[in-house]
């Protein structure tokens, strides 16, 4: 594996415990308001996994879990290897994900390394490629979310509520979805780092937290689990 990024302790990326996160770099989607440009684009900080490793060993009974996040963790094939030398030294496990790739999911669902599962699931269908990019396909991620229901795995979904999202289009999220057991909706906040080409997308004036939870009692109407975080 390779990292690009840590936060050593986190008390807000797992829920209910204490962690440390781990951002991978590189991934598939182009979302305008990624607050991780960084990481998918020119890569120039790796950080030394050896290094990693001991500051986990020496962690150990101080946090109580690893997230991984990214960029795109289920991009990288050695991924299900790293979880399990992390279940190894006795952590509980997060993986932060798009979705994109249900086969990977398959996977680490399969291998049992990973104790919870956050998916973002970015827009309605008909929508994902106007704000994630030419390469998402929100039929894997629902297919990724739909595994995770079946093998009756402990996760969340994540949507960040953008300002090009309406009421209408966060109804017709949550009717694709199928019955979520936490659906976390998140305020849109600018990034610092974006491209030029996105600069109208991010200068549109965000929903304020009265108007997000307003949305949030509309749409338990279709999924009961709404959380907010604000």
Do not use: W
């Not at 594996?1 to 951002?23: E, N, Q, R």
């Amino acid at each position: 594996m390779i990292f690009s990024g840590i936060v050593k302790s986190s008390l807000i990326d797992y829920p209910g415990k204490i962690a440390t996160v781990l951002f991978v770099p590189g991934c598939n989607y182009n979302c305008f308001y990624c607050h991780n440009r960084g990481l998918i684009e020119e890569i120039t900080d790796i950080l030394d996994l050896n290094e990693i490793n001991e500051f986990l060993q020496k962690r150990q009974g101080l946090i109580d879990g690893v997230v991984i996040s990214g960029g795109e963790p289920t991009l990288h094939d050695d991924l299900p290897l790293f979880f399990k030398s992390l279940k190894n030294l006795g952590y509980l496990t997060k993986l932060d994900s798009n979705g994109s790739n249900p086969e990977m999911i398959s996977t680490l669902i399969e291998q049992g390394h990973v104790d919870y599962f956050a998916i973002d699931y970015k827009a309605p269908i008909d929508k994902y490629s106007l704000y994630c990019g030419d390469n998402s396909d929100a039929i894997k991620v629902l297919e990724s979310i739909q595994l995770l229901i079946n093998n009756h795995c402990q996760f969340e979904v994540r949507t960040t509520v953008i300002p090009q999202l309406s009421l209408d289009d966060l109804i017709q999220m949550a009717k694709e979805l199928p019955a979520i057991p936490r659906y976390v909706l998140n305020p849109y906040r600018k990034p610092i780092k974006y491209l030029s080409i996105h600069q109208e997308l991010v200068d549109t004036p965000p929903y304020s937290e009265k108007q997000i939870s307003e949305f949030a009692e509309m749409l338990k109407l279709y999924q009961e689990n709404v959380v907010l975080m604000f």
